[in-house]
């Protein structure tokens, strides 16, 4: 039986066989593309889009897909964002040209070369003091321009009651805004070096991320299905840091915040973290995590698409997992295709699988393999399984 995309989103992530494995594109930074495919994909499609950004963050890079786009790539879920307060906005857009890009953190991105921003303002690069902390300016968490239109979006969602409701406040979880706002080389050696600063540190960015999530919550009220967070706390071939500063430092911050929004909403946690962090999975699992993302399968142990699934897949649901580091920039749309059916042949039985390529989808990608992943799951994804 045909279901709505927001029933075969909700019937995966409750661990059972929807009509078809769902497919989330578009949704937020991490599952959406950069402008350069995407303009060669509305080209390739005959389709007249505006070319919109996520977050309205042109130096991020990352599209906001049109609707006739995420209806052609069989999306199943629509992502509700959050927005950085409106002078931000203001101030950036009256800079001048090719200077860098400054958020309310004081953080930001220098254009490395033209069109292409890379994270390189970092205002406590030389902090190592708690007195730093408590001196720094830090952002206005309780300014209402970044929520003041997700009721009105979510609510509109909700009562179309056509597509999954993702909420994706733009919130850099603790540990990737300390590397915002220190530099991830310098974070991790004070980590290391002053782990009482570097702790300190975390927790003063989890709450100011836990207040702007409380409004952002209460603005959705209940029509968020999943609410995304996320932190990157592991490498091409292991961990950024060793799993017992983990459990000691960062995994109590994370149950907190994960603890707080579960308090405040029904909503399913999709917890994003690139790179192999396979030995954290029981970690994610015991403190509330009830989506992982991206199932970086270039990476280390993750890339044992079985093992995960038979040691974690009744505990977790899968999003992810289709490789952008060789298939989709390099592959022929048939291996792309080949790579979809290996993937969806081991992750869909059962339920708890949705299918999204690895992070963004980058320059390199060709519209035609975007085109073959996603057409592959209509011919591959569908149940009950052969």
């Not at 300016?137 to 993702?166: C, F, G, K, T």
Request: hydrophobic share 40%; glycine share 6%; proline share 8%.
């Amino acid at each position: 039986m045909s279901m709505t995309a927001r029933e075969r989103v909700l019937t995966t992530i409750n661990h059972q066989e929807p009509d078809r494995v769902p497919i989330i594109i578009g949704t937020s930074n991490t599952t959406s593309m950069k402008m350069r495919p995407y303009r060669a994909l509305t080209n390739l499609l005959g389709i007249e889009a505006p070319e919109r950004y996520i977050y309205e963050w042109p130096e991020l890079g990352t599209v906001l897909p049109d609707e006739a786009v995420l209806q052609r790539l069989h999306g199943d879920a629509r992502g509700v964002l959050d927005l950085y307060p409106q002078w931000i906005y203001d101030r950036n857009r009256s800079r001048p040209a090719h200077s860098p890009f400054l958020d309310d953190w004081g953080s930001g991105q220098s254009e490395i070369e033209p069109g292409v921003w890379f994270p390189g303002v970092h205002p406590m690069k030389d902090a190592k003091t708690l007195e730093e902390i408590e001196a720094y300016p830090w952002p206005d968490m309780d300014d209402p321009s970044r929520v003041a239109h997700v009721r009105a979006q979510a609510r509109q969602l909700a009562e179309q009651n056509q597509y999954a409701i993702i909420g994706t406040p733009w919130l850099l979880f603790p540990l990737e805004r300390a590397f915002a706002m220190q530099g991830m080389d310098t974070f991790l050696m004070n980590l290391a070096l002053y782990p009482d600063f570097a702790e300190a540190l975390l927790k003063k960015i989890a709450g100011l991320c836990k207040t702007l999530m409380g409004h952002f919550l209460e603005a959705a009220g209940e029509n968020l299905d999943i609410i995304k967070i996320g932190d990157d706390i592991g490498t091409q071939n292991s961990l950024l840091m060793s799993p017992k500063m983990y459990r000691k430092i960062l995994k109590p911050i994370h149950a907190d915040y994960i603890a707080y929004i579960k308090q405040r909403t029904q909503a399913k946690v999709f917890f994003h973290t690139d790179g192999d962090v396979f030995d954290l999975i029981p970690d994610f699992i015991e403190i509330g995590v009830d989506i992982l993302n991206p199932i970086q399968t270039s990476a280390g142990k993750m890339s044992d698409l079985p093992e995960l699934k038979r040691r974690f897949g009744r505990d977790l649901t899968f999003c992810g997992a289709v490789d952008t580091h060789r298939v989709l920039p390099s592959g022929t749309p048939q291996e792309v295709r080949d790579e979809v059916r290996r993937v969806i042949e081991i992750m869909a039985p059962g339920g708890g699988y949705m299918l999204a390529s690895v992070h963004t989808i980058m320059d390199e990608v060709p519209p035609e393999n975007i085109l073959a992943m996603v057409d592959a799951v209509e011919e591959f994804g569908k149940y009950p399984r052969a």
